[in-house]
């Protein structure tokens, strides 16, 4: 089985600043990796995935990842972000030999973005 | 957006109660989930389906039961509700076994 481990629960930055998002995962298998966004009250939205070829992803809203084997990392990172930016951040692995793509999820880490 | 839609949004019942929530999908696609969001624990799989008729447990499936009889529609169902399964249950569906698109969830409270 899966597991994901997100290593922030919380991260506060201030306005135009950098953020990385630590992801770490642990499997036997090969997996696909991806990052989510849920804005408050709402469901969640797919940011970026990785699935194969380069290990830097690029997302919506000016996120990437990084894919890091040896490390098994996948880390969120934006070099500059804004008060929208705001919500919560879910990393998730699959198991790339599965016909049933089970998403296996970390806790979760809440970005809060200040003026 | 994918045509997912959860109904009711909001629901409050009170325990031993039973209760059943609805996804639907207008997207056709094979597969459908259902998760449920607690602080701290981030989203876990309840049961999934793999078409119509078909599904399975997930990891947290005690207390749930489902049933597909359609491809667009994916039912959970409390069969007598406790206070522990207070949550945000959140449906998803997909085509590949890659990726899920989720639906807006439903805010569930049991007293």
């Known amino acids: 089985a899966q597991s994901v481990t997100q290593l922030d629960s919380q991260v506060p930055v201030f306005e135009e600043a950098p953020v990385e998002l630590r992801c770490n995962y642990s499997?036997?298998?090969?997996?696909?990796l991806f990052w989510y966004v849920q804005y408050p009250n709402q469901g969640l939205q797919l940011l970026l995935k990785?699935?194969?070829?380069?290990?830097l992803v690029k997302g919506i809203n000016g996120f990437e990842a990084e894919f890091n084997k040896s490390q098994t990392s996948f880390h969120l990172r934006k070099p500059s972000v804004h008060i929208s930016d705001t919500a919560e951040y879910f990393c998730?692995?699959?198991?790339?030999?599965?016909?049933?793509?089970?998403?296996?999820f970390g806790r979760g880490t809440q970005l809060t973005v200040w003026p | 957006d994918a045509g997912i839609t959860q109904s009711p949004r909001h629901k409050v019942t009170e325990t031993g109660t039973p209760v059943t929530l609805r996804c639907h999908q207008t997207e056709n696609h094979r597969y459908m989930y259902w998760y449920r969001q607690d602080p701290g624990h981030g989203l876990r799989l309840i049961h999934y389906?793999?078409?119509?008729?078909?599904?399975d447990k997930g990891e947290v499936s005690d207390g749930y039961s489902v049933s597909r009889s359609k491809t667009e529609d994916f039912l959970l169902t409390l069969e007598s509700a406790t206070s522990s399964q207070t949550s945000v249950y959140f449906c998803a569906i997909s085509e590949s076994p890659v990726e899920q698109y989720f639906g807006p969830g439903t805010r569930l409270t049991v007293t």
């Open positions: 998730a692995v699959s198991d790339r030999g599965s016909t049933l793509g089970r998403l296996y």
């Open positions: 990785y699935l194969s070829g380069s290990t």
């Open positions: 499997s036997s298998v090969s997996v696909y």
């Open positions: 389906s793999y078409g119509v008729k078909d599904t």
